[in-house]
């Protein structure tokens, strides 16, 4: 078998949104927005503040492990950040632009410039110490 001569199709259309989700106590978590290819540059790019991608596909044990944290972090954030999940699997032209090898792969933009980028589940103040900064 030619593993370079291998190809998926991942051009399945898709839209996401995440409802809100409650956590103890009976405050809300962020609310979770999914881009793609066709609103990355208006939501990512174009957004006037500052804009953390989560990189993640439905299948990725890690990417679930990571999910709690990317909503903390857009309730920490709120109104400083915004927060948005991108899967991989419906949008590999991002993912193979960006350069995404794995996921979960989280990445800053600041004014449509890719800041600082992290791979692999990482855990808030980790994530807070390398994001933080550049907010």
């Known amino acids: 078998m030619n593993v370079n001569a291998l190809t998926l199709d991942f051009s ?5 949104h995440v409802p809100r989700l409650k956590q103890g106590g009976g ?4 609310e979770m927005t999914y881009v793609d290819e066709n609103s990355f540059q208006r939501e990512v790019l174009d957004w006037a503040q500052p804009v953390l991608v989560d990189f993640t596909a439905v299948w990725c044990g890690p ?11 857009a309730d920490q954030w709120a109104g400083k950040v915004k927060v948005v ?22 990445m800053l933009f600041v004014q449509g410039q890719l800041s600082q980028r992290v791979s ?14 550049h907010i």
């Open 12 to 16: 399945a259309a898709c839209e996401y």
């Open 63 to 73: 990417c679930k492990m990571l999910d709690p944290v990317v909503k903390q972090l």
């Open 27 to 30: 405050g809300t978590m962020a």
């Open 85 to 106: 999940k991108l899967d991989v699997d419906y949008n590999p032209t991002l993912a193979m632009q960006y350069q995404v090898m794995g996921v979960p792969t989280l």
């Open 120 to 133: 692999g589940y990482q855990p808030k103040d980790r994530l807070v110490a390398k994001f933080g900064p």
